[in-house]
């Protein structure tokens, strides 16, 4: 099973987030975690996960028409299992500064 952890920035910009685009974003979450399970991760078009332009390491994910987050791969917590970190989520604005 993946792991994850956010950053304290995620977690203020999820509290500010308006309830649409938070129940938007834990909706998606489980189509993500799926998509981790697979090696290497599939992910459905629909989510849009791709590299952050100009960063080798920051992600981006689509959760909603208007939803970004941005997310990094870290260090394994589980042998073999991915581990997510969440840095930055909120409108396209966030990927200003993923």
């Given amino acids: ?50 590299r952050v332009q100009g960063s080798s390491s920051v ?6 028409p208007d939803g970004r987050a941005t997310f990094e791969y870290g260090a394994e917590v589980l042998a073999g299992e991915p581990h997510v970190i969440w840095r930055r989520v909120g409108t396209h604005a966030v990927l200003s500064e993923p």
């Fill in 59 to 64: 992600w981006e994910i689509t959760f909603s």
């Fill in 1 to 50: 099973m993946p792991t994850f952890e956010r950053l304290a920035r995620f977690d203020r910009e999820f509290r500010r987030l308006p309830r649409e685009l938070q129940r938007a974003f834990l909706a998606m979450l489980p189509v993500f975690i799926a998509a981790l399970k697979e090696n290497p991760p599939v992910f459905p078009p629909a989510l849009r996960v791709h």
